[in-house]
């Protein structure tokens, strides 16, 4: 299983697709698409240069989504990561700043959601495995058992020492909610230092629409229907210079005993998150901060997520219930248009 990816909603990139219909009436001098689909943090990410001639910059953006890979997958032996974990209860293990500053960044997120969004949750992704060959339903002794190795208080982060040490031997962390959110934040500080306006970056369903199009105008993005196949939208964001990140209880799933289990897991449980969330997508100016408020908000639902992100100026979400209701903050009401006959704005 690659915890490093939190499996996010496909998300559509309208602009995409009608940039490739009509690619050809284009011609090179006006513009030219520089693009890159390869795989990496445990998914398949794209990214798409609109107005740069390089494919060097290609190399070096996927580059630096391996060595983030590198330093923070649990799947790699001797990542940061998964040393951090190997010495639970022995040993604080001292790392990067980069990997300090993002763990020490995600429990703050822990402590804004209430523990909605927990890093410390790997024993209980790993018993689950939802998404590998091993998904299974546990046994309720067993999960009660891994959540005894969980709690994001329990990570003691040194600032000092620039280290991380986990209290209980047989914790272990997972960045899964928020490490692909960091990359894409890192590939847009790339662009902007190659003086890049105008780019996509698509991580596994992790989206930056870095600028505007290069006509000028906003990206319109496509929300998933969570009842439909790929590809079809419920809705459409209008954006410009920001981060889309959705999380679903769709994407990757198991069915047993005619019951679903989903990705999402209530850290109170050690259950798949059950309420009336279907999706919940985020849009703000960072995707660190979207990557996890995506899961903090699906886990606390739509009365308490809402009040989440309306404490948080510049961050906006929509919600998608399942009983095909959607609820939108404010700060993306002008944003969104419904295409769907089958869903109703609430508000």
């Known amino acids: 299983m690659i915890h490093f990816m939190k499996c996010k909603t496909k998300i559509i990139i309208l602009s995409f697709l009608f940039i490739f219909i ?53 799947n790699i032996e001797n990542s940061e990561i998964s040393n951090i974990n190997n010495n639970a209860g022995d040993t604080p293990i001292k790392v990067s700043e980069e990997t300090f500053k993002l763990v020490k960044k995600a429990v703050n997120f822990c402590e804004l959601s209430g ?32 959540l005894q190795l969980t709690g994001y208080k329990k990570i003691i982060i040194d600032s000092e020492n620039q280290s991380i040490f986990l209290k209980d031997k047989g914790m272990a962390l997972d960045l899964g909610g928020i490490a692909k959110g960091h990359a894409a934040d890192e590939i847009k500080r790339i662009l902007e230092e190659n003086n890049v306006r105008s780019a996509i970056i698509d991580l596994g369903g992790n989206i930056i629409a870095h600028g505007k199009k290069t006509d000028g105008t906003e990206w319109k993005v496509g929300i998933q229907d969570p009842y439909s196949e790929r590809n079809d939208y419920l809705g459409i964001l209008s954006v410009s210079d920001s981060t889309i990140v959705t999380s679903g209880a769709y994407e990757r799933f198991f069915i047993e005993n005619n ?84 869903f109703t704005v609430i508000g």
């Not at 284009?26 to 030219?32: A, L, P, V, Y």
């Not at 927990?118 to 546990?138: A, C, F, H, M, Y």
């Open 115 to 146: 523990g909605a969004f927990d890093i410390s949750l790997g024993p209980v992704i790993k018993l689950w495995g939802i998404g590998t060959e091993n998904q299974r339903v546990p046994d309720k002794s067993e999960i009660t058992k891994a």
């Open 259 to 342: 019951v679903r289990y989903h990705h999402i897991f209530d850290g109170k449980t050690g259950y798949p998150c059950d309420n009336e969330v279907m999706s919940v997508t985020i849009v703000s100016d960072i995707s660190e901060d979207a990557d996890a408020l995506s899961t903090a908000c699906f886990v606390l639902g739509v009365e308490e997520g809402m009040k989440l992100i309306d404490s948080l100026p510049g961050t906006g979400c929509i919600f998608v219930t399942k009983d095909n209701k959607i609820y939108i903050s404010n700060e993306l009401k002008d944003k969104f248009q419904l295409t769907s006959g089958l």
């Open 22 to 74: 009509c690619s050809g009436c284009i011609s090179d001098k006006e513009e030219k698409i520089y693009e890159r689909t390869d795989y990496a943090l445990g998914t398949i990410n794209k990214i798409k240069i609109f107005d740069h001639d390089s494919k060097e910059l290609l190399d070096i953006l996927f580059e630096r989504l391996n060595d983030i890979e590198n330093k923070m997958s649990v």
